[in-house]
Structure formats: structure tokens, C-alpha cells
């Protein structure tokens, strides 16, 4: 057997095996398990919750949706404020609607298009102040009947006696409504609109008997979002038109027992909606489609299997396979057409994805595609840079199609740096490396959205100061502390790839530029701070404060900000001084008391452990920043007591956002026990794994399989590590080691292992 030694980035010792070592795993217990699962049918999506997230600020929504499908149909509790973002609150009794677009987790509220609601009398349709009908025909759930798994929702309107079930196709809705034999209407509202956004245009058109498509406009977060539909019904309809033509009221008899809705949508046209219809719902069992997005939740699910931990930890760890299987959505038709970023119709041979949280997801979610599913995460890049060449910049945060100008740093440089450092180059790489180097220069902030010169953009302030006086100064940008940090490490990511392909001199000035956010630490405090244009440090400074979006932090303050170096912590921990001096320092924050200064604080500041903030995502490398000091007992007390406190099987079961999959994917791998701190560089180092046993099923077909020996609750730590039963010295992997396949075990104990 060969072995080697390399010295990693941070001067860490990792462990490399020959390719002999690395073969997939052969037969193990979790094999039986698996069986014995087929065998007696059991089906991972029973241990899926989609009401986790649902309460609290996790917006999340429960309704049916495929993995990354274009239409989240699902039910709407209210229009407008921060907590319905999703359109739906656990907490609310009441149900207006139930519509075909919705966002899982944000912190902005859009979509919430193409609402049906089923009724037993035509309501009197009145305006509220905000211009919305939704409360006139609003139902009461009845109690304790919502039910939601996988791709199936259901509960019982509590005035009407209405039954309600909702499944979904990649492109399509599917609704059964059970009227038991009374007055049987429906309500198409397409006025209704979450956050009440700017309507720009409503149609609804009746093509036959049975059969009814329209147009919805909105302008709002995605400032030009167009959704068009096509629905049939399995009984004809009478009709009126109501609300400015934006609302259709159907009558479909007397006594009707039971009526079918499949529902189509499009981006593109209401042909294209029509043709996806056709095309993914073909009879009227809409059983066999609740059947068929079941399996496809567990195939999805199945890739991973877990063996101990207790009921919850399972039912929280798949929910969280859901969750971040839920962003982002497919966009083109099944004939392959899609709403290009320069608003014209484009046609692409491979799917084409919207709803890019990139801030958020590059973090754990892109990586952990990386491992689970990498062909769909080259999709993901090469949709990125077809969306930069018809726009003309990367976005930060796209949005059906538009730029929205989210969030700070410009983070589609890791998702696509990682994914080439990892070997999955599925994408063009040479347009991929100039559209990377570009967004170091260009932000989507200052894009003009209406204009047909759309690439002639300027260079954004921050950008400029940076280039000029040599860092971004505070009283002239705003968060220029944060900005500052993510634009060092986005381009020591552009250095990185630079690198790969030999391109020596970018490689030198990426790398140089990587450097900058020493210029931001104030060595008497302690923090990164904001720096004047006149070099002084700005004050007062209390490293507690916070006043969201409107200080030298985004959506924190300098003690979750000051980390934000996951590229160089050796440059980091020097800046501090030494070894000792930066563990004393990180043992602070999270054992300070958790006081949030400031009136208006950011209210993305949550999950407290100290001044540790695992509600918001700047923290969520940080607890395993231990391990590059020689820590690791102090990382894995930290993970443990994060997964253990701030998840939960409850609707107010996140600390935070949701963020379209990033809240869920960090419990994902650290609940396996590893986790990527500088996504672009292919290394994952290790936590406290709460399983027995994790079988991690490649792509490629070989099986990384994740073992704790003498696994118990209150053995939080492990004494050694070992892959392929040779030692591990460190507590880091390589990327590829995973992907070669093998067996990575930790020797559990409840005893500090120094």
C-alpha cells in the first residue's frame, strides 16, 4: 500500500491513499439495512417533516414539489412582512389560497403565482388596503387535518368541509378537491401576489369547456417576472370574470362530488405551459402522480442512509435532504426554452436553473452537491454562465430570470471554483474563468435593470475604493468590513482556478488581492472594524452593535464578522498573535453573553451560542476553525451543541432562515461529521458525527461510508480517525478520497482527546 503525505494550504498534514485503497466499500451492515428497507417497503420520505421551518423565521413552505422542480404548489397563510417570505406561517388558522410558485427560506418574499382556491359559494370580492381579494374567500384550516410528506399536501377547508390534497410533477400541479356532493366553485386569483408586488399585466383566457391558461406580471424582488399557465379540469365549468379580469370564479354544478385540476406552467408562454402540462401529467390518476413524486423523493433520499441517532435526528436529517433538494428550480420548458437574463427567449440542451442564493449556498449546499449529486451542480455552473453571457455580469442572487442585486460579494466565483478544484468541470471552463475574473471588477448591484445597454455597467464604489486607496473605507460604503472580507476570499477562489490552468500572473494578482482583509484587523481590539478614508479606525466601536444594512457589517457585527477569513486562517491566527492568543479569542466568542447592541440590530442575528450566530450564515465555518490550531476537541463541543440546539423536530425547528437549502445542508454535514470551510479548496475537515453509521451513495457508483465506534450520546468526541483503517493524523480529508470511496471512522469517547 502507498501512502503520502501532502501539506495543504493551511501547512495541515492529510493522509493520501493509492488508488488500491480507495475502492468502493464492500458489503456492510448498512447493505442489510438497505434491504431489509426494500423488503418491507419502508420509504425515507416517511421520515421527512416538511413543516420544519415553518414557524419561527424559518420560512419554509409544506406544499408539494418534485427535487429542484419548477412549481412549489403549496398552500398561502398570509401576503405580506418578513415572516411570508414563503407565503405561509404555521401559526396562521387561516388558508387564502393555494398557489404554484413559492421560496424556500429567504429573507425577501416573491412568487406566490397562480392562486386556486376551492369554494362552495361565489364570495363578494372586496379590495383590502393593499389591493388584495384574498381575504374575502380566506377558509380556517380545520384542525389537525394538514398532512404533508414529500411531494403530497392535503388538509380539510373548515367552513366549506372542503378537502384539499395538492402533488406536483417537475412542471405541473395536480389538485383533488372533494366537495362530497355540494356546490362546487373555484377561484383563479391571479391579483393575489406575495408582498403584494406591482401587477403589471393579469390574463386569463377560456379556451374550452373544461380548460382555462393565463399571463401573471409581476413586477417586485425579480423586477420582471412572468408566469403563464394552462389548466384543465376533469367536469366543465361556467365562469365569471371579476377583479379587473384577474379573477375567474368557476361553477362546476350543484353536486359535485370530486373535481381534478392539472396545471401547467411556463416562464416562457402559455404554450410552453400547455406543453409541460401535456407532457408530464398524461391521465387523470392523480394517485399514479402522487405515487411517481414519492419515488422520486426516495431515490433522492435513498443516496444517503443512516444507521442510530434517535427518531428526531433522522426525521431532522432527511427533512434536511429535503429541504436542500428544494432550490434551485428548474426554469426552461421540456422542449428546452427558457426567459433569458436579456428578457428573450433562449433554447438550451441542458436544463437551465433560477433562484440562485448564492450568498447563503455556497457555503454547504454546493458542496454538498459536489458529494451527492455533482452532475446536477455542473447544471447549476453551466446555467451561471450562460446567465453571464446574456447579462452580462454573474448574478449575486438570481431570480426568475433577473438580476436582483442581493447581498454583498460575488459568490458564483466558489460555486464554480469548487466544483473545478474537485475535478467536475462539466462546464465550459475558459468562459467560466473570464466570467469569474469579471465579477471581481463588476458588481450586479449598480446594473441598470430596464436598459437595453445593459452590459455597458459602472464599477460599484466599493470596487473602486478597494483599487484606488487600497481598502474600501467606512464612511464612504456602507458594510465595507464585510464586503472587504468575501472580496478576499472570493479572489483567492479566482487564484485558485488561475492556478489550475497555469495562469501565473492572475494566479500572483488574485493572490496578493486575497491578502487585503489584513488591512481591516485592529491588532488593540482584537476585530476586523471599519477603516476611515482618513486611515483612522472608526468610532465609537462596540463589537455587539449592530444596525441591520446600515453599518460596516452585513446582517451582523464584528465579533460573527471578524472570522471571515476561511481561505488563510494561518494569516489569521498570526494577526492575533499566536496559537494561544486566537483560541482564546474564539473560546470568547462563544462564551460571551449574547447581547445584540443597537435599536434597529439585525434580526438575522439569531441562533445565540455567545456571540456565535447560527441563524445567519457569515458563523457557519466557524466552530471548525478549532481544528487548524490543533483544537478539535473544541470543535466537535461546539458542533454538537449546535446541532443539538439549534434544530428540532418542530415547526419552529431552524434558528434562522432557511436560505434555500443552506441552513439544512451545514446540519447535513456536520450531522455526518465533516464539513468544507473554504469551499475551493477540496479539503473537509472532521466534527462529531451523531450517527452509528452514514453510507454515502457516489455518483460514480463507489460508497463512502462515514462509521462512529462506540457511538452514545455523551460521546461527543473522538480520541482518532481513520480511513481505510490506516490513521489519520489530522482531522481533514480530501475531496477525492471521498469521491474513490472508502470507509472514514471515528473512535468515539466521551473523554477531551488533546
Not at 427518531?311 to 426554469?331: G, R, S
Not at 500572483?508 to 489584513?518: A, I, N, V
Not at 432562515?657 to 451545514?666: K, L, R
Request: hydrophobic share 35%; net charge negative.
Amino acid at each position: 500500500m502507498k501512502q503520502f503525505r501532502l501539506m495543504g494550504l493551511y501547512g495541515l498534514t492529510v493522509l493520501l491513499f493509492s488508488s488500491s485503497m480507495m475502492s468502493s466499500c464492500s458489503s456492510s451492515r448498512a447493505d442489510i439495512r438497505f434491504e431489509e428497507a426494500i423488503e418491507h417497503k419502508i420509504k425515507l420520505t416517511d421520515w421527512v417533516n416538511p413543516f420544519i421551518g415553518t414557524g419561527g423565521h424559518g420560512h419554509t413552505f409544506p406544499g408539494a414539489s418534485m427535487p429542484n422542480g419548477m412549481v412549489q404548489l403549496s398552500p398561502d397563510t398570509r401576503l405580506n412582512g418578513w415572516d411570508a417570505c414563503s407565503g405561509y406561517h404555521s401559526s396562521d388558522e387561516r388558508i387564502l389560497g393555494f398557489s404554484h410558485t413559492h421560496l424556500s427560506g429567504t429573507g425577501i418574499g416573491d412568487y406566490g403565482d397562480i392562486l386556486f382556491m376551492p369554494v362552495n359559494t361565489p364570495p363578494d370580492l372586496v379590495k383590502d388596503e393593499q389591493n388584495n381579494y384574498s381575504h374575502s374567500y380566506a377558509s380556517k384550516k380545520r384542525p389537525n387535518s394538514e398532512y404533508a410528506k414529500p411531494g403530497y399536501y392535503r388538509v380539510k377547508l373548515d367552513e366549506s368541509g372542503i378537502g384539499v390534497e395538492l402533488t406536483a410533477t417537475e412542471r405541473a400541479g395536480f389538485h383533488r378537491y372533494s366537495y362530497n356532493n355540494r356546490p362546487a366553485g373555484l377561484i383563479i386569483d391571479l391579483n393575489h401576489t406575495l408582498q403584494s408586488h406591482q401587477q403589471v399585466n393579469n390574463v386569463i383566457e377560456i379556451v374550452g369547456p373544461n380548460e382555462i391558461r393565463g399571463m401573471k406580471h409581476t413586477s417586485g424582488w425579480a423586477r420582471e417576472h412572468e408566469v403563464y399557465f394552462h389548466a384543465v379540469f376533469s367536469i366543465p365549468f361556467e365562469y365569471q370574470m371579476k377583479g379587473d379580469s384577474s379573477i375567474a370564479i368557476l361553477d362546476f354544478g350543484q353536486r359535485a362530488h370530486e373535481v381534478l385540476v392539472k396545471v401547467g406552467i411556463s416562464h416562457v408562454d402559455m404554450d410552453g405551459a400547455k406543453r409541460n402540462l401535456d407532457s408530464e401529467i398524461l391521465d387523470w390518476s392523480f394517485d399514479k402522480v402522487r405515487r411517481r413524486g414519492e419515488e422520486a423523493w426516495n431515490d433522492y433520499l435513498s443516496k444517503i442512509e443512516v444507521k442510530g441517532g434517535t427518531d428526531d435526528q433522522k426525521t431532522i436529517f432527511y427533512t434536511a435532504m429535503y429541504h436542500a433538494a428544494l432550490a434551485p428550480n428548474v426554469f426552461s420548458d421540456v422542449d428546452g426554452r427558457y426567459m433569458g437574463m436579456d428578457r428573450k427567449i433562449h433554447h438550451s440542451n441542458r436544463k437551465m436553473y433560477t433562484v440562485y442564493s448564492l450568498w447563503d449556498t455556497y457555503r454547504a449546499l454546493h458542496p454538498f452537491n459536489t458529494i451527492l449529486r455533482p452532475q446536477l451542480n455542473q447544471d447549476m455552473i453551466q446555467s451561471l454562465i450562460v446567465k453571464y453571457q446574456e447579462g452580462g455580469v454573474l448574478p449575486k442572487w438570481e431570480l426568475a430570470g433577473n438580476y436582483t442585486g442581493t447581498m454583498t460579494g460575488y459568490h458564483a466565483v466558489p460555486v464554480i471554483v469548487d466544483s473545478y478544484m474537485k475535478g467536475q468541470r462539466d462546464f465550459d471552463i475558459e468562459k467560466a474563468f473570464e466570467a469569474i475574473v469579471h465579477a471581481s471588477m463588476y458588481d450586479t448591484t449598480s446594473i441598470n435593470f430596464f436598459d437595453e445597454s445593459i452590459k455597458q455597467h459602472l464599477m460599484p464604489k466599493a470596487k473602486f475604493f478597494n483599487n484606488t486607496l487600497g481598502y474600501i473605507p467606512s464612511d464612504l460604503e456602507n458594510e465595507s468590513v464585510s464586503k472587504a472580507l468575501e472580496y478576499a476570499y472570493n479572489d483567492w477562489c479566482i487564484a485558485q482556478m488561475a492556478k489550475g490552468l497555469g495562469r501565473q500572473e492572475e494566479y500572483e494578482k488574485f493572490l496578493r488581492k486575497s491578502k487585503k482583509y489584513e488591512q481591516y484587523f485592529d491588532q488593540k481590539t482584537g476585530f476586523m472594524r471599519g477603516k476611515l478614508s482618513s486611515g483612522e479606525w472608526r468610532e465609537p466601536f462596540d463589537p455587539k452593535f449592530s444596525r441591520h444594512r446600515e453599518d460596516d457589517y452585513v446582517e451582523g457585527n464584528a465579533w460573527q464578522w471578524s472570522w471571515f477569513v476561511p481561505h488563510d486562517v494561518d494569516g489569521l491566527v498570526a494577526l492575533h498573535g499566536d496559537t494561544e492568543k486566537f483560541v482564546r479569542k474564539l473560546d470568547q466568542l462563544f462564551n460571551e453573553t449574547s447581547e445584540i447592541k443597537g435599536e434597529e440590530s439585525s434580526a438575522d442575528i439569531s441562533g445565540l451560542i455567545g456571540q456565535y450566530a447560527h441563524g445567519n450564515e457569515p458563523s457557519h465555518h466557524i466552530a471548525y476553525m478549532y481544528n487548524y490550531v490543533a483544537k478539535p476537541y473544541k470543535t466537535q463541543r461546539i458542533v454538537r451543541e449546535i446541532l443539538d440546539t439549534q434544530y428540532r423536530n418542530d415547526h419552529d425547528g431552524l434558528s434562522g432562515n432557511e436560505d434555500c437549502g443552506q441552513m439544512s445542508a451545514w446540519y447535513l454535514l456536520s450531522a455526518m461529521g465533516i464539513y468544507q470551510v473554504a469551499p475551493g479548496d477540496p479539503v473537509y475537515t472532521f466534527g462529531s458525527p451523531i450517527f452509528d453509521q452514514v453510507t454515502i451513495h457516489l455518483e460514480n457508483g463507489n460508497r463512502f461510508v462515514i462509521e462512529s465506534e462506540n457511538n452514545d450520546p455523551k460521546n461527543i468526541y473522538s480520541d482518532t480517525y481513520s480511513f481505510n483503517g490506516e490513521n489519520l493524523d489530522t482531522p481533514f480529508i480530501l475531496h477525492r478520497q471521498i469521491e474513490a470511496g472508502g470507509v472514514l471512522t471515528f473512535s468515539k469517547t466521551n473523554t477531551i482527546c488533546q
